[in-house]
């Protein structure tokens, strides 16, 4: 399998090597005739981009083969360590891992988010700072790239949407170019629109409506870990794009109720 990047790349030299850095980010496409254009693109135009730096291949493809060495010691370090196992320098990134192998999981969409956020911590810990104020600088630059990575990886597994596009992405399928959207999907979501809209400041009303939100988004993961599980990419990328909106509305709702989703 050919091996693919989140949207964009650019080349950076850092003390260590040259390195790819890939801003993953979402601003989706909408395509919509009639006067519904303006309401409905208006769910992700003026949304703010969420954009993480993550360095890796978006492959879940075996990384046996990948093995790097030690740029202190040149003995072989495994893909996902952070450390050397013989002199416990740190690495830099590697390049051809993903977040699931970076936390150690399966490829799977169901994840344990209680599990994930623990080994976050964990992972962290190991990268704290404080532990490389008196190492050379270079240390010091590849334990951020490795933070910095980590936090992407985070980010990626901890989010629904982010995970399920992750995971198609792998695939081959884009959610960039999806441009034909079920006609029911976009209906449902002016609806919503116009209940948040009539709401205006009425605090039960948008509880209400974000409690209803967040129900049909648990459905849609449910299904999305299903067609996962049954290699139905193509319905599963129906639903990643059905969840993109529903998610975006929860986002609104939730800045409406003064906390995030």
């Known amino acids: 399998m050919n091996e693919r990047y989140f949207i964009s790349f650019n080349k950076k030299k850092t003390t260590s090597d040259i390195s790819t850095t890939c801003s993953f980010y979402y601003q989706p496409k909408i395509t919509l005739t009639n006067n519904n254009n303006n309401r409905l693109s208006s769910l992700f135009i003026n949304s703010h981009k969420q954009e993480y730096t993550f360095k890796y ?17 040149k003995m072989n370090v495994e893909p996902k360590e952070f450390f050397c196992s013989i002199c416990n320098v ?4 590697h390049q051809r891992i993903n977040p699931f192998d970076i936390f150690s999981i399966k490829p799977e969409y169901n994840v344990d988010l209680k599990d994930i956020s623990n080994r976050f911590k964990q992972l962290q810990k190991k990268l704290h700072p404080d532990l490389f104020q008196t190492l050379s600088k270079k240390e010091q630059d590849l334990s951020k790239d490795q933070a910095t990575a980590l936090n992407g990886a985070y980010n990626i597994l901890r989010s629904p949407f982010l995970r399920a596009e992750f995971m198609l992405n792998d695939k081959g399928l884009d959610l960039e170019n999806v441009s034909d959207v079920d006609p029911e999907v976009l ?8 209940e948040i809209e009539a709401a205006e400041e009425n605090e039960d009303a948008i509880k209400e409506i974000a409690h209803t939100n967040r129900q049909k988004m648990n459905q849609v993961e449910k299904k999305l870990d299903q067609l996962f599980k049954e290699n139905n990419y193509d319905e599963a990328l129906n639903q990643a794009v059905y969840l993109r909106y529903l998610t975006r509305i929860q986002e609104e709702v939730h800045k409406k109720l003064g906390f995030h989703v």
């Not at 978006?58 to 010691?73: A, E, G, I, L």
């Not at 740190?90 to 990134?93: G, K, L, M, R």
């Not at 209906?187 to 116009?194: A, D, F, G, Q, V």
Request: with cysteine; aromatic share 4%; proline share 3%.
């Open 57 to 73: 291949s978006t492959s879940t493809t075996n990384h046996k083969h990948h093995q790097r060495s030690c740029w202190s010691c």
């Open 90 to 93: 740190v690495q830099a990134p």
């Open 187 to 194: 209906m449902e979501i002016l609806e919503i629109r116009e």
